[in-house]
């Protein structure tokens, strides 16, 4: 079974902390995504990596950063913490090789973080 | 991506056949048709996908419209355990990067 597993289920943290969730995933995808879900606004793309050390931001990228320096970690980053980013975050990774097998997706458990 | 539309919930009896209803009239020719749902405190699954034809896997069928338009999802008994959120999506066929999930529809199956 694919396995994409997360750093942490749950997390508090405090405004202007820096903020590590990290994604390991154990079947050799070269991509990896991270999302944040918030209600009424759905899943939305912050960044996404095809390969190590590649990185693309996806629709909103500011106030994060991303690092992938081994095939099968993706870690994102808050430089510094604010409430608005108090969200579930989801990291998910897909083959490559053939372009349906981009669309299928496997997602982590989530991160339910909050900052106070 | 071309746009989706979804009923936001939808009711099914246990044991049962759930058919999810999707709207997708601005499909183009190279696009899927994708179906992933969210179980509560869970992140989505993939389920199942097809260009045209009628598709089945262990988990679902998908039926197509012939004018590829829309398209339904059927879960042929459903369980407790299918209560989630289903997201319909739709793809180009090359194009890699992320998925656009929408507000999906939110099936509650009940005993």
């Known amino acids: 079974d694919v396995k994409v597993t997360q750093s942490s289920r749950y997390l508090v943290k405090r405004t202007g902390e820096k903020v590590f969730l990290e994604c390991v995933q154990d079947m050799d995808h070269e991509n990896m995504f991270w999302y944040r879900q918030d209600p009424g606004l759905g899943l939305r793309l912050i960044y996404f990596s095809y390969d190590v050390k590649m990185k693309e931001k996806g629709d909103i990228p500011e106030g994060y950063s991303v690092s992938r320096e081994k095939k099968e970690r993706f870690s994102l980053i808050l430089e510094s913490a604010s409430t608005n980013q108090t969200s579930m975050y989801l990291c998910?990774?897909?083959?490559?090789?053939?372009?349906?097998?981009?669309?299928?997706?496997?997602f982590g458990p989530g991160t339910r973080l909050t900052v106070l | 991506d071309a746009k989706t539309t979804q009923p936001p919930s939808m009711d099914c009896a246990e044991g049962r056949a759930a058919n999810l209803p999707c709207n997708h009239s601005?499909?183009?020719?190279?696009?899927?048709v994708y179906w992933y749902r969210q179980i509560h405190s869970q992140g989505p699954q993939y389920i199942i996908h097809g260009l045209k034809n009628n598709e089945t896997n262990e988990m679902a069928s998908l039926i197509i419209t012939e004018d590829r338009k829309s398209s339904t999802l059927i879960l042929p008994h459903a369980t407790l355990r299918d209560t989630a959120v289903y997201y319909c999506i739709v793809r180009v066929y090359n194009q890699g990067g992320k998925l656009i999930f929408g507000q999906g529809t939110e099936l509650s199956v009940k005993p």
């Open positions: 998910a990774s897909s083959p490559s090789g053939t372009a349906i097998s981009y669309n299928e997706q496997f």
């Open positions: 601005t499909i183009s020719g190279n696009e899927y």
